[in-house]
Nanobody, 124 residues
Framework: VQLVESGGGLVQAGSSLRLSCAGSGRAVSLLGMGWFRQAPGKEREFVATIGWNTGNTYYGNSVKGRFTISRDIPKRTVYLQMSSLKPEDTAVYYC??????????????????YGQGTQVTVSS
């Protein structure tokens, strides 16, 4: 499964942005898709995940109330709607998907597929 992110860019603080991640390749039964981010000099951080069949959503504490994750099952695409963006949201955002095994939504290594990342820069 290949994951391709899009939608990143440069925005001002307080703006909104929507990221997309489209999955392609062999058909698999996904358990979930989500987003992580990594800012320069910082550790990778869990952002949000959605259970593919359940629709259950999970968010990192720093984005709760500002970001919304959703998915389009036929398109095998997950979206991250980001609102009230802050300069500290600046990072490379990575999409991840899991199709097998025990899975903790906030654990990077529990996922099976990863995108290349898309840069989000929020200016003050």
């Amino acid at each position: 499964v290949q994951l391709v992110e899009s939608g990143g860019g440069l925005v001002q603080a307080g703006s909104s942005l929507r990221l997309s991640c489209a999955g392609s390749g062999r058909a698999v039964s996904l358990l979930g898709m989500g987003w992580f981010r990594q800012a320069p000099g910082k550790e990778r951080e869990f952002v949000a995940t959605i259970g593919w069949n359940t629709g259950n959503t999970y968010y990192g504490n720093s984005v709760k109330g500002r970001f919304t994750i959703s998915r389009d099952i036929p398109k095998r695409t997950v979206y991250l709607q980001m609102s009230s963006l802050k300069p500290e949201d600046t990072a490379v955002y990575y999409c991840a998907a899991v199709d097998y095994g025990a899975w903790t939504p906030s654990v990077w290594d529990d996922y099976d597929y990863y995108g290349q990342g898309t840069q989000v820069t929020v200016s003050s």
